[in-house]
């Protein structure tokens, strides 16, 4: 499934409603957090916060070949106060200049992204595809910090599966090993096809009458999104076949 613009400018605001009363009872700012073990929670509110900021700058300035240099120096500067209820007034104020950004934008205008166009849109629309994913899985961390830990929703995940292989896995660039294919399967319904070659890595939607692929990844669209952000071990899911090219991929660094 694919989400409508205004969807997705709605899931940015509940996932960080959300992160925010996580972080509201929080003990305290320096507990560390486990699936980003470098981070106290502070570090990760300053790090969204920071991202919607940087975002919204980018959004704002249009095309662009490069990052803007107004984004660049909000990115440098970016320093989140460390009183609970003032940070937490800035990270609201950040995700609203964020979404504020978006909407005066809308889905198709052009901006600056770190992925190619061979990947997913370089518009606004696609940067808010990605902050939904960015949102959620970064309140997971928070939830797993300091529970109640709640299932990603349906229609983030859903959706993320699809946006994390067109714009995190999709690449030109040559799969340096013998050519593979990867099938991803939720237990909700839909699957995925990445397939592996001398003409890079591309995700397609899998239709019912194929091949047997070298592997096949199974589990609840959610776990697979959290299994792709290296949240949870690829060992938690169903893995049927070549298991050793999850690897392989996780390692490859193309050069586009």
Known sequence: MTLEFSDLRRLIDERSTAFRAAIA??????????TCPEWTLFDLVQH??????????VVEAGPADAPPAEAVAL????????????????LAESTRLLLSALEEAGPDRGCWTWWRASRSPQTAGGVARHRVQETAVHTYDVQVTLGPLR???????LDGVD?????????????????????FHATEGPSWRLTLDADGARATRLSADVETPDLSVTGT????????????????????????????????EPEE
Request: proline residues 9%; contains cysteine; negative net charge.
């Open 25 to 34: 009872s929080a003990p305290s700012l320096d507990v560390r957090v486990p």
């Open 48 to 57: 969204l916060g920071g991202g919607d900021r940087f975002w919204a700058a």
């Open 75 to 90: 990115r440098a500067a970016v320093a989140a106060p460390r009183e609970r209820e003032a940070l937490l007034a800035w």
């Open 151 to 157: 299932p990603l929703p349906d229609e983030v995940t």
């Open 163 to 183: 946006e994390f292989l067109s714009t995190c896995i999709a690449t030109p660039a040559a799969w340096p090993h013998k050519p593979a294919t990867i099938d």
């Open 221 to 252: 669209a959610g776990e697979l999104i959290l299994c792709f952000y290296d949240r949870i071990p690829a060992a938690s899911l169903r893995l049927d076949g070549d298991a050793g090219l999850l690897d392989l991929l996780r390692a490859w």
